[in-house]
Nanobody, 114 residues
Framework: VQLQASGGGLVQPGGSLRLSCAAS????????MGWYRQTPGKQRELVAL???????AYVGSVKGRFTISRDNTKNTAYLQMNSLRPEDTAVYSC?????????WGQGTQVTVSS
């Protein structure tokens, strides 16, 4: 499974960004897709997960601001990030779990700064 993330960038506080993660490979469906983030000197943090049945989970600091969604026909996950804060600045990595195996995409930088 290969994961291709896109959509990062520089945004002012209070702004929005949308990340995309497209999965490819010999797969029919992906049970779990999601996003993690990491800043220098800190551990990688789970941001949001989504199952192909529609269940979602978020880290507390992004609840109400971020929304994860999926297009299962395209094996693509999205992370809509609203009301961004400077503390959301990080490298965001796409994640997928298939048959109990974890896969990671390359990170995309999100910088929230005025």
């Amino acid at each position: 499974v290969q994961l291709q993330a896109s959509g990062g960038g520089l945004v002012q506080p209070g702004g929005s960004l949308r990340l995309s993660c497209a999965a490819s490979g010999s797969i029919r469906s992906i049970p779990i897709m999601g996003w993690y983030r990491q800043t220098p000197g800190k551990q990688r943090e789970l941001v949001a997960l989504s199952s192909n049945s529609g269940s979602t989970a978020y880290v507390g600091s992004v609840k109400g601001r971020f929304t994860i969604s999926r297009d299962n026909t395209k094996n693509t996950a999205y992370l809509q990030m609203n009301s961004l804060r400077p503390e959301d600045t990080a490298v965001y990595s796409c994640y997928a779990q298939v048959y109990g195996k974890s896969y990671w995409g390359q990170g995309t930088q999100v910088t929230v700064s005025s």
